[in-house]
C-alpha cells in the first residue's frame, strides 16, 4: 500500500507576480529581424531586459510573421508599452539582421513618438566564417 503525500498541491497557492511599473526614461531597443520572424526587444541603459515583443505575441502566425506589416504592428504596440509602462522618452536602437521588417519596424518606433537618439546597424558580419546556404532555384 502506498503512503499518501501530506503535502498539498501548490497549483493556485502561488500568488501571480505583478508587473512593476519602472521608470526609465531613457533605453534601447533591439530589433532582431530574419527572414522570417522578428523580435524586438526593450532593456534599459544597462541591457537589462523590460519587456519584449514579436508579431506572433500580436496574433500573426506562420508566413504572416515574416510580413513588414507584422513588424509595424508589433514595433507600434512595443513602443506604447515603452511609453506608457516603463516611462521611456528617448531610444537608442540596435538593428541586426536583414530581413523584410527591418525598416518597417524603424519607422514605427520613430511614428510611435519616441524619440530616437541613434540607430546603430549591429549585424553580425562573418570573416568567413561558416558556409552560407545554397541559393534557392525557382
Do not use: Y
Not at 25 to 47: A, K, M, Q, Y
Request: proline letters at 7%.
Amino acid at each position: 500500500m502506498a503512503k499518501r503525500s501530506s503535502r498539498q498541491s501548490h497549483r493556485g497557492s502561488r500568488a501571480r507576480a505583478r508587473r512593476v511599473k519602472r521608470n526609465v526614461p531613457r533605453g534601447c531597443i533591439h530589433i532582431r529581424t530574419s527572414f522570417n520572424n522578428t523580435i524586438l526587444t526593450v532593456t534599459d541603459p544597462e541591457g537589462n531586459v523590460l519587456r519584449w515583443l514579436t508579431p506572433a505575441a500580436v496574433g500573426f502566425r506562420g508566413t504572416r510573421k515574416s510580413t513588414p506589416f507584422a513588424a509595424r504592428v508589433a514595433a507600434e504596440r512595443i513602443a506604447q508599452e515603452a511609453m506608457n509602462n516603463d516611462g521611456m522618452r528617448e531610444a537608442d536602437i540596435f538593428v541586426r539582421g536583414a530581413g523584410p521588417g527591418r525598416e518597417a519596424a524603424l519607422r514605427a518606433i520613430a511614428a510611435a513618438g519616441l524619440r530616437v537618439r541613434s540607430i546603430v546597424d549591429a549585424t553580425p558580419i562573418p570573416h568567413n566564417g561558416c558556409r552560407p546556404p545554397k541559393r534557392r532555384r525557382i
